[in-house]
């Protein structure tokens, strides 16, 4: 598509630093894989073993194509603009004035609604990483220093995070990303003990089917725990052959297929183990007063930790090349872009700081970026770029239905995770502390309405226990 009209879009890229193919993929592998994967044996109770296996992989396709589709309309945008790269808004906003009269109408604020749920879903991210970290590294020293307020470790590590994040390039963030996937592989490995050892008869398990009644709560998990659609997006803009990001042998598929191979063996193997004890997040039905599961989720924590710059240059780059430096001649850009990126941080930690238990909220951010960003806005896109006459929906308008169908299902999970983050707000906010409770002891069972692993994170990092002072304090993810 990126020939037509004999302007290519990729031939008139300029970027400074770009990412290598290996780069690439190791920024994609460490921008999907985090503390979502922690609340899949979870989503395989919900589904039952082979049930979960196909939705997972259906799902990830799904979303995969998503991308795929989405990137491949902004270079078509980029070819019909005859600009070497347009943004996901910039794209919006084209595409858009390109469809019917009641899309041309809104062009432009789409552009703006698209920046406005990228940033949060991003900064939202952020705020969830320097929580996660937070809470665990005060697990270990709870345990074997001394007890302290969750809020402490919080400002520490943010004050920590400044350096990494005056990084300004992703290339060079490539071997933060490198030590961070080895970390927490390395990481899962050794939880992987846990859920070896005392494996009941599998046939104590839902092989095929879990409680059909809980099926929905599964997408909530699994399709959050695939997709981080502004990095992907990021890492893509970045390369030096972004040609090879897409396609069957495409970077994208390659990273997706490790990280789907990974995530159905924790979580069978999570559930397995734990059967309907499971709680909301594994590392809950872990002992958390032995060294190799301290030191397992010392490994997650640090591999988070160094993900924080990843996770944060979407924002930074929105706020900088989308408006503040969109014309690329501010004066001093560099020292302003560092004092922007200094306050960020600043702003994630005071906002985990001042509200920590956040959970709800952020999770009902997720079910509405996760929806528009990966699949509604995508296929909107494609039907508005193809609408003019002088184009097709190929044979039998097939990207009409397929895009038809991918609104609906998008709408279907906005609809869902934001009815579930609703329950939980009230849930969490309104005085019902009994789930937290049962979190807390790491008794949860598979009753909970939590719709990804957001809010059973915040919540956990939250709990207080009622166990000696000598012991954990807290209980985390």
């Known amino acids: 598509m990126a020939d037509k009209g004999g302007y290519n879009p990729y031939e008139n890229r300029n970027v400074a ?13 460490k921008s999907v894989v985090g503390t979502g994967v922690l609340s899949l044996p979870l989503a395989f109770y919900y589904a039952g073993i082979i049930n979960g296996i196909v939705l997972l992989i259906l799902a990830s396709i799904m979303l995969v194509h998503g991308i795929q589709m989405l990137i491949i309309c902004m270079v078509e945008c980029s070819r019909r603009m005859q600009v070497g790269y347009a943004t996901y808004p910039q794209a919006m906003e084209y595409s858009f004035g390109q469809g019917p009269k009641c899309f041309r109408y809104c062009s432009k604020a789409g552009g703006y609604f698209c920046d406005g749920v990228l940033g949060a ?17 005060k697990q270990v020293f709870d345990f074997h220093v001394v007890v302290a307020d969750l809020r402490i470790y919080i400002a520490v590590i943010g004050l920590l995070l400044i350096g990494p994040f005056l990084i300004r390039r992703l290339k060079y963030l490539v071997p933060f990303n490198i030590v961070a996937t080895i970390l927490i592989y390395t990481g899962f490995l050794m939880m992987m003990y846990y859920l070896f050892v005392g494996l009941p008869p599998i046939s104590e398990r839902n092989i095929v089917f879990g409680p059909i009644e809980k099926l929905p709560l599964f997408f909530g998990i699994a399709l959050f725990s695939v997709t981080s659609v502004g990095v992907m997006l990021a890492v893509e803009s970045q390369m030096v052959h972004p040609q090879h990001y897409l396609g069957w042998f ?4 390659w990273a997706i297929v490790i ?8 979580g069978i193997m999570g559930y397995w183990r734990y059967g309907d004890q499971v709680a909301d997040s594994i590392s809950l039905n872990i002992p958390t007063n ?4 301290q ?38 850009a560099v020292l302003k872009e560092n ?4 306050a960020l941080v600043l702003l994630t930690t005071t906002t985990g700081i001042i509200a920590p238990n956040l959970g709800p909220l952020l999770s009902l951010v997720g079910a509405l970026t996760i929806s528009l960003l990966n699949l509604v806005f ?13 184009y097709n929906y190929g044979k039998l308008k097939w990207k009409l239905v397929k895009d038809i169908f991918y609104v609906i299902i998008g709408l279907v999970i906005l609809v869902q995770g934001t009815i579930f983050s609703i329950m939980n707000m009230v849930k969490e906010w309104g005085g019902g502390h009994e789930a937290t409770n049962s979190a807390t002891d790491g008794t949860t069972t598979g009753d909970t309405t939590t719709t990804g692993n957001i809010t059973t994170l915040l919540t956990t990092a939250m709990a207080v226990t009622n166990e000696p002072t000598q012991a954990p304090a807290f209980r985390f993810l």
Request: one cysteine or more; a neutral charge; hydrophobic letters at 55%.
């Open 17 to 29: 630093k770009p990412l290598s193919d290996i780069g690439a993929f190791f920024s994609l592998l």
């Open 121 to 137: 879903s991003q900064f939202g991210v952020c705020v969830v990483y320097i929580l996660f970290v937070a809470a665990n590294i």
């Open 250 to 253: 495409g970077v994208i598929v």
């Open 259 to 266: 990280v789907l191979f990974s995530y159905i063996f924790f």
């Open 290 to 293: 032995e060294v190799l599961a």
């Open 295 to 332: 030191v397992s989720k010392t490994f997650i924590a640090i591999a988070i930790f160094l993900s924080y710059p990843l996770a944060g240059y979407v924002v930074i780059d929105i706020i900088m090349n989308h408006y503040w430096n969109k014309s690329g001649e501010l004066k001093h």
């Open 339 to 342: 004092v922007l990126r200094v």
């Open 378 to 390: 995508p296929a909107l896109i494609e039907i508005c770029l193809f609408y003019p006459p002088e």
